[in-house]
């Protein structure tokens, strides 16, 4: 089948690298999505992907270990370069070529993030794994992915979380709350609905970039929606 879009940034939760309720890398789920970018990549997608580390530490528990905001999230982004070398392993086990850039300079294990560095990559095949966040605190992952987007050129931004797409309510608190399977931006803000954090959201919205929110354990999710299929929300103008 014919890919949709022709470049496209993935946004994967840190939480989506460990098995459910755990922390930690569980191998087998990160060679999963190993598996499935390898098929975009042979279909000639040009992929990045934004990495949390919400599996290892999450910047916004700093109150309750007893760290300063700042510090938590600084430990967050290197949580997020531990994932992104798990993924490029896993990609390169799998014969994809991958590079692993960071936001914070790691110099030993990933190149830095560089505009122009990155589209390279992206116009080799390479799939460009971005770690670090943004590479300042304060600022989410979804930010993180949502400005990569726009600034890489990509055709869609795909968020794959531990929910199935976006609801009219809380799915484990409402036990009738609807999948909404197409949205506009401006419906997302009426109805006060919870998609990504609010700057991420703008950056989107501003941008005119589509969104796709689906469950990261949807069968084949990521290739089914870089194909255009209907899997979870789209949110678009």
Do not use: W
């Amino acid at each position: 089948m014919a890919t949709r879009y022709r470049r496209l940034l993935l946004k994967v939760s840190g939480e989506g690298f460990a098995r459910p309720g755990e922390t930690g890398l569980d191998g087998e789920r990160v060679r999963g999505l190993a598996e499935q970018l390898k098929v975009l990549t042979a279909e000639g997608v040009q992929v990045a992907c934004v990495i949390g580390g919400g599996n290892i530490l999450r910047g916004a528990r700093s109150a309750e270990l007893g760290l300063d905001r700042a510090t938590a999230d600084y430990m967050g982004m290197l949580a997020t370069v531990i994932n992104g070398l798990a993924l490029c392993d896993a990609l390169e086990s799998h014969g994809v070529p991958t590079r692993v850039l960071s936001a914070v300079e790691v110099h030993k294990v990933c190149e830095p993030f560089i505009r122009r560095r990155a589209l390279r990559h992206l116009e080799k095949g390479r799939v460009v794994v971005l770690a670090g966040g943004l590479g300042s605190p304060y600022f989410t992952t979804d930010t993180a992915a949502a400005q990569r987007a726009v600034e890489l050129g990509c055709d869609v931004l795909l968020k794959a979380t531990q929910v199935d797409g976006v609801y009219d309510g809380d799915p484990r608190q409402v036990p009738d709350a609807r999948l909404l399977p197409r949205l506009g931006f401006a419906e997302v803000l009426e109805r006060r609905l919870r998609v990504m954090d609010q700057t991420a959201f703008a950056l989107c919205r501003e941008n005119g970039l589509p969104l796709v929110v689906f469950g990261l354990d949807e069968p084949d999710g990521i290739v089914r929606a870089a194909r255009g299929e209907h899997v979870g929300t789209i949110i678009h103008d």
